[in-house]
């Protein structure tokens, strides 16, 4: 059989295509910069050739609370593990020198009864640690090697008990765990605010339980290079951060726009618009405080690069009052509204004030105009619902023509 041939003619299906075939790869224009700090508050850096590797060593207890999770659950069960496979050991040693393993020995009290072969003096070696005591072994006053034994694995057991139990509850209770509710807007914003230019960004806490002497701070990390020739890959700058209250400390009970004003001693005053999105830097926000609950101080952190700020927009509110008590909707959280900002840099702004006069001014033009429209609009739509309701009542009162008909077969139409 003939294949059957395609509805569409090859000679336009080909160059059709053909070219999708042999695309010219696309490239950014811009490479994609390593994050400092990821948006989740990690940071992003990598240790290597690290040649003094006992210091870690050193402290095993930070060691063993840095590790992950199924790490320390091999060590957790291989530390218990292996303390009662070397107390067997002892006590099968102890029962062998006193001859407790020999059948034919009668009439002798051994030192440990029942422990007859290495698995008994394994199960002795747990019931002693663990302080089971099942009772079918049970040790004699024969021995004093066997009670130094016993003293000596009931000390050792203790401290492995110690260790591993605060190992565990210190994991569970790391302060970066009550720092997964404490959450940073996705997007920071530049706006203007009482006249400046201000970086500001959301903060807020999920839980009821308050974060004791909370406190904001910033960093701008870039790279920069001294007037000597030095690179400084990790430059980091501290920013001044003004809190919504007259305090260093901030009272986090409801979610708070952090703001920086962008003035004289900011990295950020030579920057414009176009000069953001071209700079390469990362703005780090750190909040610290204790937990109410636990006492144990906490930190969360997150980061945001040029094209993770927003310029010319502003947090929308999201407290409301609703029946005498004020409602937060989080899922308004990080939604942003535009308003009227210049797109030159706080210096230009600071040098020319009728730009910000300008751009206000623009803007109200602008608000106007959009009022009139939607005014316009509704006076339109008014209107027609008026002419269709006029329509409406006019066809259900008019009359309708009746017809008469006589006795002669005419038909008299009267007269309306």
């Given at each position: 059989?003939l294949?059957?041939?395609?509805?569409?003619?090859?000679?336009?299906?080909?160059?059709?295509?053909?070219?999708?075939?042999?695309?010219?790869?696309?490239?950014?224009?811009?490479?994609?910069?390593?994050?400092?700090?990821?948006k989740?508050?990690?940071?992003?850096l990598?240790?290597?050739?690290?040649r003094?590797q006992?210091?870690?060593?050193?402290?095993?207890?930070?060691?063993?609370?840095?590790?992950?999770?199924?790490?320390?659950?091999?060590?957790?069960?291989?530390?218990?593990?292996?303390?009662?496979l070397?107390f067997?050991?002892?006590?099968?040693?102890v029962?062998?020198g006193?001859?407790?393993?020999?059948?034919?020995?009668?009439?002798?009290?051994?030192?440990?009864?029942?422990?007859?072969?290495f698995?008994?003096?394994?199960l002795?070696?747990?019931?002693?640690?663990?302080?089971?005591?099942?009772?079918?072994?049970?040790?004699?006053?024969?021995?004093?090697?066997?009670?130094?034994?016993?003293?000596?694995?009931?000390?050792?057991?203790?401290?492995?008990?110690a260790?591993?139990?605060?190992?565990?509850?210190?994991?569970?209770?790391?302060?970066?765990?009550?720092?997964?509710?404490?959450?940073?807007?996705r997007?920071?914003?530049i706006?203007?605010?009482?006249?400046?230019?201000?970086?500001?960004?959301?903060?807020?806490?999920l839980?009821?339980?308050?974060?004791?002497?909370?406190?904001v701070?910033?960093?701008?990390?870039?790279?920069?290079?001294?007037?000597?020739?030095?690179?400084?890959?990790?430059?980091?700058?501290?920013?001044?951060t003004e809190?919504?209250?007259?305090?260093?400390?901030?009272?986090?009970?409801?979610?708070?726009?952090?703001?920086?004003?962008?003035?004289?001693?900011?990295?950020?005053?030579?920057?414009?618009?176009?000069?953001?999105?071209?700079?390469d830097?990362?703005?780090?926000?750190?909040?610290?405080?204790?937990?109410?609950?636990?006492?144990?101080?906490?930190?969360?952190r997150?980061?945001?690069?040029p094209?993770?700020?927003?310029?010319?927009?502003?947090f929308?509110?999201?407290?409301?009052?609703?029946?005498?008590v004020?409602?937060?909707?989080?899922s308004?959280?990080?939604n942003?509204?535009?308003?009227a900002?210049?797109r030159c840099?706080?210096?230009?702004?600071?040098?020319k004030?009728?730009?910000?006069?300008?751009?206000?001014?623009?803007?109200?033009l602008?608000?106007?105009?959009s009022?009139?429209?939607?005014?316009?609009?509704?006076?339109?739509?008014?209107?027609?619902?008026?002419?269709?309701?006029?329509?409406?009542?006019?066809?259900?009162?008019?009359?309708?023509?009746?017809?008469?008909l006589?006795p002669?077969?005419?038909?008299?139409?009267?007269?309306?």
């Open positions: 059989m294949p059957r041939k395609s509805i569409i003619p090859e000679e336009f299906v080909l160059p059709v295509i053909t070219p999708g075939l042999f695309r010219k790869p696309r490239f950014r224009d811009r490479p994609e910069k390593a994050r400092f700090l990821t989740s508050g990690a940071c992003n990598a240790h290597k050739n690290i003094e006992g210091r870690f060593l050193q402290d095993v207890f930070t060691t063993l609370v840095d590790l992950k999770w199924r790490y320390t659950l091999v060590v957790f069960t291989m530390s218990f593990l292996c303390s009662w070397l067997a050991m002892v006590w099968w040693l029962a062998f006193h001859g407790d393993l020999n059948p034919n020995r009668v009439g002798i009290e051994p030192c440990v009864t029942n422990v007859k072969s698995t008994s003096a394994f002795f070696s747990i019931e002693v640690q663990v302080t089971i005591g099942f009772g079918g072994r049970m040790m004699t006053e024969q021995c004093p090697t066997a009670i130094t034994v016993l003293i000596v694995q009931n000390i050792a057991g203790l401290i492995i008990n260790v591993m139990l605060g190992c565990i509850f210190m994991k569970t209770a790391q302060a970066h765990r009550r720092a997964e509710t404490l959450i940073f807007s997007h920071a914003v706006a203007v605010r009482n006249n400046k230019l201000c970086f500001m960004f959301r903060v807020g806490d839980r009821k339980s308050m974060i004791i002497g909370a406190a701070r910033m960093q701008v990390v870039k790279k920069t290079t001294t007037p000597e020739g030095e690179v400084i890959p990790i430059h980091q700058i501290d920013v001044h809190n919504p209250i007259e305090c260093s400390n901030i009272f986090l009970v409801a979610p708070l726009i952090i703001s920086h004003t962008i003035d004289k001693t900011s990295p950020l005053y030579d920057l414009s618009f176009n000069d953001l999105l071209d700079n830097l990362e703005i780090i926000v750190i909040l610290e405080g204790v937990v109410e609950t636990t006492g144990i101080t906490t930190q969360a997150t980061s945001y690069m094209e993770e700020i927003q310029w010319g927009h502003r929308v509110p999201i407290v409301t009052e609703e029946d005498g004020y409602s937060v909707d989080y308004k959280f990080g942003t509204a535009k308003v900002a210049p840099s706080a210096r230009e702004l600071d040098e004030p009728s730009i910000l006069i300008q751009a206000l001014q623009k803007s109200e602008s608000h106007q105009n009022l009139r429209k939607r005014n316009n609009s509704m006076r339109r739509n008014n209107s027609m619902r008026q002419n269709n309701s006029m329509r409406r009542n006019n066809s259900s009162l008019m009359v309708p023509k009746v017809q008469f006589t002669n077969g005419s038909q008299n139409v009267p007269e309306t």
